[in-house]
Nanobody
Framework: VQLQASGGGLVQAGGSLRLSCAAS????????LGWYRQAPGNQRELVAV????????QYANSAKGRFTVSRDFGKHTLSLQMDGLKPEDTAVYYC????????????????WGQGTQVTVSS
């Protein structure tokens, strides 16, 4: 099981970017798909996550009202629409999948994509 993230780039403050994450492999189901970010010198932090239990998406306080996460359960993809970007949003953004069940009923936990750089200039 692999995660491929895309959509990062350089944008001015107030601009928008859309990140995409695609999970590939022989996947039966994924419990949670989420976006995390890590700025230089900081720990990796949750941005937004959607779980398969029907609960509403969970957002970091810093993302609420500006970012919108969406998930296609059938295609195993996750998107993050980021509007009103701020310089403090600058970070490497990572896609994460947890409790992935493959078609041969193997369980995989805490899978990370390669990260995509988001840079917001002031």
């Amino acid at each position: 099981v692999q995660l491929q993230a895309s959509g990062g780039g350089l944008v001015q403050a107030g601009g928008s970017l859309r990140l995409s994450c695609a999970a590939s492999g022989s996947i039966r189901s994924i419990n949670s798909l989420g976006w995390y970010r890590q700025a230089p010198g900081n720990q990796r932090e949750l941005v937004a996550v959607i779980r398969s239990d029907g609960r509403p998406p969970q957002y970091a306080n810093s993302a609420k009202g500006r970012f919108t996460v969406s998930r296609d359960f059938g295609k195993h993809t996750l998107s993050l629409q980021m509007d009103g970007l701020k310089p403090e949003d600058t970070a490497v953004y990572y896609c994460n999948a947890d409790r992935v069940v493959t078609k041969d009923l193997q369980y995989n936990y805490d899978i990370w994509g390669q990260g995509t750089q988001v840079t917001v200039s002031s």
